[in-house]
C-alpha cells in the first residue's frame, strides 16, 4: 500500500516545468486486463491537507499532525485487517518533504512501541522535496552556474538576494501569515531569475529542453 499526503494533481512535472498548465497529459491507455493487474499489486491511499498542513486549520493551539495521521491508519487497518500485511511506504513531494520524515519516524516510533496494529513502513520517497528552503535556496544560483545554466555576473547578482530570502524565512518562522507569503516571493525570485537565463531548460531534468507538443 502507497500512502500519499497532500493532494494529487493531473498536471504532469513535465507540464509544469515548461510552464504550460494549461494542456492536459494525454490520458493513458492500458486494456482491462492490465488495469486489472496494477490494481492487484497495489493499492494507494491519498490523505488530502490533513489538518496542520497547508491551508487546514483546528481550533486547538498545536497539532501533531504526525500522530493524527498514525491514528487515521491504525483505524484504517482496524476496518480492513486484509490490507494490514500489505508493504507499506509514503510518499508526497515539495513541501511534504517537511511531513514525510517526520509521519515515517512516527510510524516506526509506534510500531516499536506496539501500539496497536503493526504497520509495515517499508520505505518513503519524497520527490522534488522542499526540506529545508533556507539552505536549498542558496545553492540555486551555485548548481546553475556549475551547470552553465548561467554566467558568473548573473550568478553574482542573483546571489545577492540570499540573505532577504534567509532573512524572510526566518520571519515566516516565528510571524507566519504575510511574512510566510512575502518569503515565498523573496525566495522564489532566486529560483525565477535562473531560470530567466536559462531558457526553455525544463527544470526536473536540466539535460532536457521543453517541447511545445507533450
Partial sequence: MILQISKATSLS??????G???????PLRASAEDSMVIFQASNLLY????TGTGFS??????????L?????????FKEHPQFAKNDFYITDESYAGHYIPAFA???????KAKEGIHINLKGFAIGNGLTDPAHQY???PDYALDMGLIKQSEHDRI?????????????????GTLSCMASYFVCNAIFSSIMAHAGDINYYDIRKKCEESL
Fill in 13 to 18: 512535472a513535465k507540464n509544469i516545468a515548461c
Fill in 20 to 26: 504550460n498548465v494549461r494542456k492536459a497529459p494525454p
Fill in 47 to 50: 490523505v488530502d491537507q490533513p
Fill in 57 to 66: 486549520y483546528s481550533s486547538a493551539v498545536l497539532i501533531d499532525m504526525t
Fill in 68 to 76: 493524527v495521521i498514525v491514528k487515521m491508519e491504525l483505524a484504517f
Fill in 105 to 111: 519516524s512516527r510510524v516506526h516510533r509506534v510500531n
Fill in 138 to 140: 542558496k545553492a540555486y
Fill in 159 to 175: 546571489s545577492k538576494v540570499i540573505p532577504l530570502c534567509e532573512m524572510a524565512i526566518k520571519l515566516c518562522g516565528t510571524d
